[in-house]
């Protein structure tokens, strides 16, 4: 059985970055995409960005190009999500995602990002 | 890609038939996956390919539709199933968008 374990929850200051672990079990790691998604508080579910480990580059959505980076380590199976230049509205559940071609069959438990001075 | 989910929000009973609906912007053939969401969990894949039953998840799920209009359809509503529901498509993948969600709450 496929799991993703998140890292925990975190508080930031605005301005700063933080960075989302996501470690993989239970499955073959390096050749299905990992996704990131967020949710912030009420709202709906937003895609991030995406990769597959075995290619390594990632793909982004336009909304976070420049401030956002996705990695992956095949060694340790562990995908990675780090968000720059922290905004209150930044503030949100963010979720990695197991993300194969047909839809998202496997997600993490979610970690919450908090954005408070 | 935009896609549109109506209603926004849903009342029903236990037993009732429901519908939600999610229409394309443009075509994206079937390339269209359903998730269920509860409060303070993560989405959970019901159906992908338009149609498809993910594993595990109860015949009383159906999806239907191709092209910009699709449909998921929960036969008898069941305590379980009082959510939130959203649609993705994956045609443009891996660039996906989801709609913005339906929440089914008890009459």
């Known amino acids: 059985q496929v799991q993703l374990m998140q890292s925990g929850a975190e508080v930031k200051k605005p301005g700063s970055s933080v960075k989302v672990s996501c470690k993989a079990s239970?499955?073959?790691?390096?050749?299905?995409?990992i996704s990131w998604v967020r949710q912030a508080p009420g709202q709906g579910l937003e895609w991030m960005g995406g990769?597959?480990?075995?290619?390594?580059?990632?793909n982004y959505a336009q909304k976070f190009q420049g401030r956002v980076t996705i990695t992956a380590d095949e060694s340790t199976s562990t995908a990675y999500m780090e968000l720059s230049s922290l905004r209150s509205d930044d503030t949100a559940v963010y979720y990695c995602?197991?993300?194969?071609?047909?839809?998202?069959?496997?997600w993490g438990q979610g970690t919450l990002i908090t954005v408070s001075s | 890609i935009h896609l549109t989910q109506s209603p926004s929000s849903l009342s029903a009973s236990v037993g009732d038939r429901v519908t939600i609906s999610c229409r394309a912007s443009?075509?994206?053939?079937?390339?269209l996956a359903w998730y269920q969401q509860k409060p303070g969990r993560a989405p959970k894949l019901l159906i992908y390919?338009?149609?498809t039953l993910q594993s595990g998840v109860p015949s009383r799920f159906s999806g239907s539709g191709s092209g910009t209009d699709f449909t998921l359809t929960i036969s008898s509503l069941q305590p379980e199933d009082f959510a939130t529901y959203y649609c993705?498509?994956?045609?443009?993948?891996?660039?996906?968008?989801f709609g913005h969600g339906t929440r089914l709450e008890i009459k």
């Open positions: 993705q498509q994956l045609s443009s993948y891996p660039f996906p968008t």
């Open positions: 443009q075509g994206i053939s079937n390339f």
């Open positions: 390919a338009a149609s």
């Open positions: 239970g499955g073959t790691f390096s050749t299905y995409a």
């Open positions: 990769i597959i480990p075995v290619l390594g580059t990632p």
């Open positions: 995602a197991r993300a194969p071609s047909w839809g998202y069959d496997y």
